[in-house]
């Protein structure tokens, strides 16, 4: 049962244009979303974050709305440039009833390609 | 700073193999850690996670098993190597519910 789904395996953009990264989860109990993004051969790395008690966050080019009666985020950046390409993960997590340990479950990402 | 390191970076086992990667933070104490896999068509799964020493949980039954023997240590292995286990393992530790990853150890089983 797949909790988070990223349902785009792939994205292409121009550069310079806005692109827009789909994600839906099932999991009510999901609280915190996040979005990470990964070059080939290394770790994931964290790129923005949302709480479920807000509906949109912005950091520069990127910016992720939360719609949670759709159970639906989605990250946009603006304007795309060719470094963004990356796959792209989703993630999801509830504070465990509360406890410390915070378990992440991800999407299967997307791969974004900016072309030049 | 925080940092988190994990090999080897690449390793290439037969079938029926063991298997030992490493992973250490450096810079903070008591963190909780992880290992995901990131497996071709399958995102990010977490196998294992600890949230100190001794205590591992398995999220998924299958014949990798972790241990954590120090506090900022934690430790893939495998007694017998399947194909199936071929894949891109990362370790991470995390803080207030943001996970930050090692560089990822790539894992081929022939």
């Known amino acids: 049962d797949q909790q988070v789904k990223q349902n785009s395996p792939s994205l292409s953009v121009q550069e310079g244009r806005i692109s827009i990264l789909n994600c839906d989860y099932t999991?009510?109990?999901?609280?915190?979303f996040l979005w990470y993004k990964k070059y080939p051969a290394e770790g994931p790395t964290f790129l923005i974050s949302?709480?479920?008690?807000?509906d949109k966050n912005e950091d520069g080019r990127f910016t992720v709305f939360l719609n949670k009666s759709a159970k639906h985020l989605s990250l946009h950046i603006v304007p795309s440039q060719p470094g963004d390409s990356a796959v792209y993960f989703c993630a999801a997590s509830d504070k465990n009833g509360g406890g410390s340990n915070y378990k992440l479950t991800f999407g299967k990402g997307t791969l974004l390609t900016v072309n030049p | 700073s925080q940092t988190i390191h994990q090999w080897p970076a690449t390793l290439v086992q037969p079938v029926g193999s063991p298997l030992s990667l490493e992973c250490t933070v450096e810079g903070t104490s008591n963190p909780n850690l992880y290992w995901y896999r990131q497996a071709a068509g399958r995102g990010l799964q977490l196998l294992f996670y600890?949230?100190?020493?001794?205590?591992i949980s398995s999220e998924v039954p299958q014949n990798l098993s972790a241990s954590r023997p120090q506090d900022r240590q934690f430790i893939l292995s495998s007694k017998k190597l399947l194909l199936s286990d071929s894949g891109f393992y990362l370790c991470?530790?995390?803080?207030?519910?943001?996970?930050?990853f090692g560089e990822g150890s790539r894992l081929t089983v022939l």
């Open positions: 999991n009510s109990m999901f609280d915190y």
């Open positions: 600890s949230v100190g020493i001794g205590q």
């Open positions: 949302i709480s479920s008690i807000k």
């Open positions: 991470a530790w995390s803080v207030f519910g943001e996970l930050f």
